[in-house]
């Protein structure tokens, strides 16, 4: 291991980029996307150098950890460092950045609709960069808050300047319903605060020392809603979800990418990181409940995702079925569905990054409609787009092959093995999925050439080099992390497994089924 | 005991079985159009090569003794969380092998078929591209030593299938038949997952050896469920009630994808599936039970519909279903049935290719028409395809010397072991395979000229007739090489079990009258549509025929109590969404927007919300605070 300030410096070079992607003239826009492409790939550079070094069999809890005061007088500390879910998040947030920002090459000029600059744009995406590194890499949980809040700036942004139509009602309900989680996070932060001054004498955000509190269960209870609450909003759990459809139908493919692929993971990744570990008793008792609230937006996401005519808002609802999926499997509470939920938030980052653009794409070839029934029979001219089309859409039913079925199958199992039930039911919502999946591709894709697509002006052609160059990486890591997926899974479990080591909850009974044996069974 | 020794020798390229047609495939796909030309030979080349690979295997299995014969490689470590520990492994052993000789050695000759009937195609490259996908998933299915990985090579399998019920995705029906086939293979796969849980939660493994080897220590119960998740995953794959909807549709498919896939191999997984978990059904009476059932019941259906299609792909499809029927009928016997199921597998691989083969060369001649009542009179039209569909036909009715009559009777003999009653059913529907395979060829091959005006019927080229030549000669010979020189229930004894049980009546008994059956069946349809002349027009024909016609309305039973209902309950949730769900939200922001109206009308939008949230969040702040001083 290695002294240097990694994360810091993964964080620093983006937000120095944005800086000087800002001041640039407005006259030059190439410069400004070239700079930004360049900073975006020095960071997955340096990410990729980083994730080398990262010791899977590290008894220690994070790595490249740094550590200043920053304000003492409250016990704050600039503190970061990861561990095997921070890292692969990290990774993913610098694989995804990269993408968008070769895919939205052409997104923002010539857009008479925007308000914004180009430069503009791409500055805030480099900011968002360095916000989600430090929000994955935080071990202080004000300096976790604080990136939590601030993400929040350039996203709505994003969504309000160089969106769609709609976009300000959709930057508006995005924005409210994040800062009113924000606060109740706030609310039980303080209070986590106050709790802390009891049990250690001095205040402190640190998270191995909070983790280390034994805090009275109905206290726990109660600070748990408040964390919940944010994360249940940022993931987003069923009823919290109306925010993402809007913000999904009205944002640029990029910055559904990012919003969806990365930031939401926020939340989920939150639950695993924070919930558990400081409130293990709450995290118990309510996890009924979450896993209830989960079950209802596996099918409550896919259902409805079965009727939507529009592509945006069927991706935001598979979405969601799929935190559905995730938080299910944080909240059974077992090393399989753990390690299963991680897995798939990057199998879910992946699969949603080449939903979005490659749909991007084809609205861009048809006045940004995204309209299912504008389309049909586009693989009859565009047979590379259609063939993107088609890994995305199997990587969101999670074909076996595909990283995401990976993540999929051990959630299904981990509910599986501590309530046989609940994975038995959960497993159910397959069927919808492909449903859903696959009606989209039918309609869109495949049977005859819309006949408006043969119109002037709607020539449909097919992906350029450009386009091509953003989507080979996500899909090639789609299908390789599917049939190799060891060095996710090397990391990501002695992560989970101190997670569940400090959340106390028993393991399932392995083998319950062979309790009671009989013998007749064994004539043979 | 069997032994399981490391790939050693000609074993140590297992991997590459699967990894020839798999770059195949890739090479096609990602070529583009610069590998038009030469891209379908690299496909069939690399069919080819996996094919050779897999006959030297056999050469060097046969050369070992019996117990000896089982071979695992471990190419790497690959789902491991905890206990659930799945490696990428191989397993070569006798029931792989033949699976494996099946699909490289039908799959070449299929491969090199279409060579010819798609040469007119413009994307006759993707095409090889999606069978070489098929290809090597099904390779991956038969030599996967784990549940886990077998459902990668099934799922692989499955989409191959989708791409290619799809090919002439410019057809409305096309699209919707690959959508459809998916979607109910799907439920399938829902029975593959959970079975897949809780194998892994009863036995601590996912791998064939550990949990067979532990099958005795279960108890009764979880077996029969697994047994039963495992028998609705094969009946997805196979086609078998109640899952049977998709497979009549999934013609839509080019013929050569018919002949591979949906006939001889992919939908014979499910056999292989119960066939490979046999330690689970020996010790689940009640789960085997279930897959007599329904085996017998898709024997039936299948045989009813295949009676009344006049689509000759649609009439073999039903064919494909009842004879898939009679194996899981014959691998839900138990050991008395599994090595004769597998058996009929391979005769059927062989003659069912042939036939479809055989039929898409006569489609070939009479421009891609599939009705029957259009044909007639073919025989002389079309030499080589009329003699080589009579060598399938002879063998799937069952008449000797033919493949098909040694691997159905050895199913119905067996069936009689059981019970009476099941071998009567069992002859009763070979009578009516008899019946439904005779009009086929009589509307087909004989009686009067009944084509359309601008149809002009001619044989087809040699790259199409010779692979048609040698699945004839398999559909002759196959049965009896299989049974006298390979000692087939032998070879398979040590994987899958064997033993025979005496039968009520000499077996002579058994044989007899099932052929007297077969050639009254036989005699019927003769008389019915070669005698007599074969109106243009269908004529409305009784209630069953009507049926049969409706796919015994296995669609209109799928859309009641499915499909409507879903699409019903997901459009009602959808508005209560729109209204409820963010009705309330945008209810409580538009109150609170007023409010905030009220108390700063000069600022922005922005600014009114957040100054907004901020005093809601001050108040919520102060009550937690309080709250927490409580505690």
């Not at chain 1, 805030?124 to 916000?131: P, R, T, W």
């Not at chain 1, 959709?170 to 924000?182: D, P, R």
């Not at chain 1, 709450?282 to 939507?308: D, N, Q, R, W």
């Not at chain 2, 009546?505 to 005698?531: F, H, M």
């Amino acid at each position: 291991m290695t002294d240097f300030p990694w994360l810091t410096a993964i964080g620093v070079v983006p937000l120095i980029g944005s800086l000087v992607v800002a001041l640039l003239p407005k006259s030059k826009p190439m410069l400004a996307k070239q700079i930004a492409m360049i900073v975006s790939l020095v960071v997955l550079g340096m990410t990729i150098a980083m994730a080398l070094q990262f010791d899977g069999k590290s008894t220690e809890p994070f790595q490249f950890v740094e550590s200043y005061p920053w304000i003492p007088a409250f016990g704050v500390n600039y503190s970061v460092g990861v561990d095997g879910i921070g890292l692969v998040l990290i990774a993913l947030a610098a694989t995804l950045v990269p993408v968008t920002i070769l895919a939205g090459w052409r997104d923002i000029e010539g857009d008479q609709e925007s308000e914004g600059s180009v430069k503009g744009y791409f500055a805030l995406v480099l900011v968002l960069e360095a916000l989600m590194i430090g929000v994955f890499a935080a071990t202080d949980v004000f300096l976790f808050y604080v990136f939590f809040e601030v993400m929040l700036v350039p996203v709505y942004f994003m969504i309000g300047r160089y969106g769609g139509p709609q976009r300000s009602y959709a930057a508006i309900k995005f924005l409210l319903y994040s800062l009113l989680g924000g606060l109740f996070m706030l609310a039980a932060l303080v209070g986590l605060y106050v709790v802390s001054i009891r049990q250690l004498g001095s205040g402190t955000f640190d998270f191995l020392a909070l983790v280390g509190m034994d805090i009275d269960p109905n206290t726990q209870k109660m600070l748990f809603l408040g964390f919940f609450f944010a994360f249940a909003i940022k993931a987003p759990l069923w009823p919290f979800h109306t925010w993402l459809p809007d913000a999904a139908a009205e944002s640029k493919p990029g910055t559904s990418v990012l919003l969806i692929g990365v930031l939401d993971k926020v939340g989920t990744f939150g639950m695993i990181r924070y919930l558990l570990p400081i409130f293990p008793a709450a995290s118990e008792f309510y996890a009924p409940v979450v896993i209830g609230m989960a079950l209802i937006g596996i099918f409550y996401g896919a259902y409805i995702a079965l009727t939507a005519k529009d592509m945006k808002r069927l991706f935001a609802y598979s979405s969601m079925s799929h935190f559905g999926f995730i938080t299910l499997g944080i909240f059974v509470f077992t090393s399989i569905g753990q390690t299963g939920s991680v897995v798939y938030m990057v199998a879910h980052g992946l699969s949603t990054a080449a939903l979005f653009l490659t749909a991007g794409f084809l609205m861009s070839r048809r006045r940004e409609s995204a309209l299912i029934s504008d389309y049909g029979g586009v693989n009859k001219v565009a047979p590379v787009l259609a063939g993107f089309f088609l890994v995305a859409v199997l990587s969101s039913l999670a074909l076996p092959g595909m990283v995401s079925f990976i993540g999929e199958f051990l959630v299904l199992l981990g509910a599986f093995e501590r309530y046989i039930w609940v994975g038995a039911l959960a497993t159910l919502g397959i069927v919808i999925t492909a449903a859903y999946a696959l009606r989209l591709y039918q309609k869109s894709m495949t049977g005859p050439l819309n006949p408006s697509l043969e119109a002037d002006g709607n020539t449909i052609t097919d992906l350029k080099g450009r386009e091509i160059t953003a989507l080979m990486p996500i899909a090639a890591l789609t299908v390789v992390l599917g049939f190799y997926p060891a060095p996710l899974l090397n990391v990501i479990e002695p992560a989970v497994d101190r997670t569940l080591e400090i959340v106390q909850v028993d393991a399932p009974d392995s083998g319950l089924s062979l309790d009671g044996l009989s013998s007749e069974g064994s004539e043979q | 005991m069997t032994e399981i020794l490391p790939a050693e020798g000609v074993f140590s390229l297992l991997w590459v079985l699967i990894a020839l047609p798999a770059a195949g495939a890739l090479i096609l796909l990602l070529g583009g159009r610069r590998t038009n030309t030469w891209g379908p030979y690299l496909g069939i080349l690399t069919v080819v090569g996996s094919a050779v690979i897999a006959v030297l295997m056999l050469l060097a299995m046969m050369a070992e003794p019996a117990e000896q014969r089982t071979v695992i490689q471990n190419v790497y470590d690959w789902v491991f969380v905890g206990s659930f520990q799945v490696s990428f492994a191989l397993q070569l052993d006798q029931l792989s092998i033949v699976f494996v000789l099946l699909i490289t050695l039908v799959g070449a000759l299929i491969f090199i078929y279409s060579l010819g009937y798609m040469a007119h195609d413009p994307d006759r490259r993707k095409f090889f591209a999606y069978l070489n996908l098929f290809v090597a998933a099904m390779l991956l299915l038969v030599l996967a030593n784990n549940y886990l990985l077998l459902y990668v090579g099934w799922e692989g399998v499955g989409l191959a299938s989708y791409l290619l019920i799809g090919f002439w995705q410019r057809k409305p029906t096309a699209a919707a038949a690959a959508k459809k086939a998916f979607v109910i293979n799907r439920v399938g796969d829902v029975g593959l997952s959970v079975a897949i849980m809780l194998i892994f939660v009863t036995f601590g493994s996912v791998t064939f050896q550990d949990v067979f080897g532990q099958v005795g220590e279960a108890n009764e119960g979880t077996l029969t469920a697994i047994g039963l998740l495992l028998l609705l995953a094969a009946a997805g794959k196979s086609a078998q009630f109640p899952l049977q909807a998709w497979l009549l549709d999934a013609m839509e498919g080019p013929t050569p994808v018919s002949a591979l896939i949906h006939a001889a191999t992919m939908v014979t997984a499910g056999v292989y599936l119960i066939a490979r978990s046999n330690a689970i059904y020996n010790a689940a009476t009640w789960a085997a039970t279930a897959v007599v059932v329904v085996g017998l019941i898709t024997i039936f259906m299948g045989a009813i519909i295949g009676s009344a299609k006049d689509d000759i792909k649609k009439s073999l499809a039903g064919s494909t279903m009842s004879q898939i029927g009679y194996m899981v009928f014959a691998a839900g016997l138990g050991p008395i049935g599994y090595v004769f199921a597998i058996f009929h597998l391979l005769t059927h691989g062989v003659f069912k290719a042939g036939l479809f083969l055989g039929a898409g060369s006569v489609m070939h001649g009479m421009n891609d028409g599939v009705n029957m009542r259009r044909y007639g009179a073919l025989k002389g039209v079309m030499v080589i395809t009329f003699i080589t569909f009579m060598a399938g036909y002879l063998a799937i009715i069952g008449i000797p010397p033919f493949s098909g009559f040694w691997s159905k009777d050895e199913i119905i003999h067996a069936a009689f072991e059981r019970n009476s009653i099941i071998g009567a059913a069992a002859i009763l529907a070979a009578g009516i395979t008899g019946f439904y395979m005779t009009r086929m060829v009589a509307m087909t091959f004989f009686g009067k000229k009944r084509w359309e005006d601008d149809v002009h019927p001619h044989e087809s080229p040699k790259v199409m007739t010779i692979p048609l030549i040698i699945l004839a000669i398999g559909s002759t010979f196959m049965g009896m090489a299989l049974l006298f020189w390979g000692n087939i229930e032998y070879w398979l004894e040590p994987v899958v079990g064997y033993e025979s049980v005496p039968t009520p009546l000499p077996t002579w008994v058994y044989i007899v009258v099932t052929l007297v059956v077969v050639i009254i069946g036989a005699i019927i349809g003769w008389v019915t549509y070669a005698r007599k002349d074969v109106p243009i027009e269908a004529p409305r024909g009784n209630l069953l025929t009507r049926a049969a016609r409706q796919d015994l309305y296995g669609d209109a039973i799928n859309d009641v109590l499915v499909v409507e209902p879903t699409y019903k309950s997901a459009h009602a949730l959808t508005t209560f969404d729109n209204k409820a769900v963010d009705g309330f939200v945008t209810w409580t922001a538009s109150f609170v927007g007023d409010l905030s109206k009220r108390l700063r009308r000069s600022q922005t939008g922005f600014a009114r919300s957040y100054a907004l949230s901020m005093v809601g969040g001050a108040i919520i702040l102060l009550v937690a605070l309080i709250l927490v001083r409580l505690s």
